[in-house]
């Protein structure tokens, strides 16, 4: 059964029904986004939760000290980079105790050419986009990844999941988590209820068998 982590948290409110409803994962975006958090919100939705402890923190390209800044007032233990951070930077954040998910934007076989420079805690693929970092609502092609091993222990599967293609996509990969924003949204930022319960039922029945032919982004 993989982890579920609910991206692009805004408000207690839903971050409090993920949490009710079995999410693993609560991600809050401090980045340029739609769904960006500020440090205030975020420690008003940790605050909802004083039992929950698995908070994401997501930055792109950010400074060191910003970062962790950032997460010391919120008492962040996971990093999620998701830009062009480099391995030595990871390294830094994983010296210093942090759990740290590094994310890959998937286009091509190329995008994952530089995995194995990262001693991370965790992968996170997502969809390449010219024109977004992330919450396209698109999958990639997960054909490019069926086959690699790591998958199996150290990946969060994000890009384009949703109530209709999540136990295909855990089907077919099998990864440690999926990862969701865009997905069970009303609009960015606003979580739609039904989307996120069906979401999070439907990812936790597990792997179910296989299909006999691939599927692309089905």
């Given at each position: 059964m993989p982890k579920v982590k609910i991206c692009g948290n805004?408000?207690?409110e839903d971050a409090k029904l993920a949490a009710e409803w079995g999410a693993d994962y609560l991600g809050f975006i401090f980045a340029e986004s739609k769904?960006?958090?500020d440090i205030v919100t975020a420690k008003a939705v940790i605050d909802?939760?004083?039992h929950f402890e698995k908070f994401v923190g997501v930055f792109y390209n950010q400074p060191k000290s910003e970062v962790e800044s950032i997460a010391k007032k919120l008492g962040l233990k996971i990093l999620q980079f998701h830009g062009e951070e480099t391995s030595l930077y990871c390294q830094a954040f994983m010296d210093k105790g942090y759990e740290v998910i590094k994310t890959f934007r998937i286009k091509n076989e190329m995008s994952l050419k530089r995995i194995d420079e990262y001693n991370v805690s965790a992968y996170l693929f997502d969809?390449?986009?010219k024109e977004e970092r992330g919450g396209t609502g698109i999958p990639f092609d997960w054909n490019l990844i069926q086959d690699r091993p790591f998958v199996h222990?150290?990946?969060f599967l994000a890009g384009g999941l949703n109530v209709n293609n999540v136990q295909t996509a855990i089907s077919l990969i099998r990864p440690f988590a999926v990862d969701v924003a865009s997905g069970v949204e009303k609009s960015p930022g606003r979580k739609d209820p039904d989307l996120l319960r069906q979401f999070i039922q439907i990812a936790k029945r597990g792997v179910a068998t296989p299909p006999k032919e691939?599927?692309?982004n089905a």
């Open positions: 805004t408000n207690p769904r960006k958090l909802t939760l004083p969809t390449y986009a222990d150290k990946l691939n599927i692309r």
